[in-house]
């Protein structure tokens, strides 16, 4: 029997859980479950590390998390479904890409596009139910590499954006074909870049 892949089980947030809430979603005590990851929120600021099956390390000095509060799974009233990707800023993505191989995540594809005058390659690698974005970047300082973000899916984009008034910015076209993301503001506080995106067609 093969061994089965490793995926994100946790992922621990430096925030304050409070404006989680009043972004629509549901935070019991200082934890919530979407899809098939726990989410803890401890202090600090933006993600402080995670959790992954069949790997105990560091993986490029992406920091492992301490085991988060066990919490119960419940509906959200953004909408929220599952996290649908985490992105990861390195200034060596070939670096990054063979720290994750050495542990059996393999890189699905690489895109290259130009950005702030400069290119930038995402690698993108499948754990579980989320996908991992790693992008390098000329502007990433030296050294290992380190979470930025998170996107959600959620069921219904536009009744989310009602729900969450001026807390979201405007809803564009996503990289994605056949999709829709929008970002939360700076003034959601909610500690890291994280963004809402509709549900693959």
Same mark, same amino acid.
Do not use: C, Y
């Given at each position: 029997?093969?061994?089965?892949?490793?995926?994100?089980?946790?992922?621990?947030?430096?925030?304050?859980?409070?404006?989680?809430?009043?972004?629509?979603?549901?935070?019991?005590?200082?934890?919530?479950?979407?899809?098939?990851?726990?989410?803890?929120?401890?202090?600090?600021?933006?993600?402080?590390?995670?959790?992954?099956?069949?790997?105990?390390?560091?993986?490029?000095?992406?920091?492992?998390?301490?085991?988060?509060?066990?919490?119960?799974?419940?509906?959200?009233?953004?909408?929220?479904?599952?996290?649908?990707?985490?992105?990861?800023? #390195?200034?060596?993505? /070939?670096?990054?890409? *063979?720290?994750?191989? &050495?542990?059996?995540? %393999?890189? $699905?594809?690489?895109?290259?596009?130009?950005?702030?005058?400069?290119?930038?390659?995402?690698?993108?690698?499948?754990?579980?139910?989320?996908?991992?974005?790693?992008?390098?970047?000329?502007?990433?300082?030296?050294?290992?590499?380190?979470?930025?973000?998170?996107?959600?899916?959620?069921?219904?984009?536009?009744?989310?954006?009602?729900?969450?008034?001026?807390?979201?910015?405007?809803?564009?076209?996503?990289?994605?074909?056949?999709?829709?993301?929008? #970002?939360?503001?700076? /003034?959601?506080?909610? *500690?890291?870049?994280? &963004?809402?995106?509709? %549900?693959? $067609?």
């Amino acid at each position: 029997m093969k061994p089965s892949k490793p995926r994100i089980e946790q992922l621990t947030f430096g925030a304050d859980p409070a404006p989680w809430r009043e972004a629509g979603f549901e935070v019991a005590d200082r934890g919530m479950v979407v899809g098939e990851l726990q989410l803890a929120f401890e202090n600090g600021k933006g993600v402080l590390g995670w959790r992954l099956t069949g790997s105990e390390g560091e993986i490029d000095g992406l920091p492992v998390a301490p085991p988060g509060q066990a919490t119960t799974g419940g509906s959200h009233p953004n909408g929220a479904t599952r996290v649908d990707h985490l992105v990861v800023i #390195t200034p060596d993505l /070939e670096r990054t890409t *063979g720290a994750l191989e &050495a542990i059996g995540i %393999e890189r $699905r594809r690489v895109r290259e596009v130009e950005a702030d005058g400069s290119p930038l390659r995402q690698g993108f690698f499948r754990l579980g139910e989320v996908i991992l974005e790693v992008v390098e970047h000329a502007n990433v300082e030296a050294g290992p590499a380190r979470f930025w973000g998170i996107t959600f899916a959620v069921a219904d984009l536009d009744a989310a954006a009602e729900l969450l008034g001026d807390r979201l910015g405007s809803i564009r076209d996503a990289v994605q074909p056949g999709r829709r993301i929008a #970002t939360f503001r700076r /003034e959601a506080n909610l *500690g890291l870049p994280v &963004a809402l995106i509709s %549900e693959e $067609r």
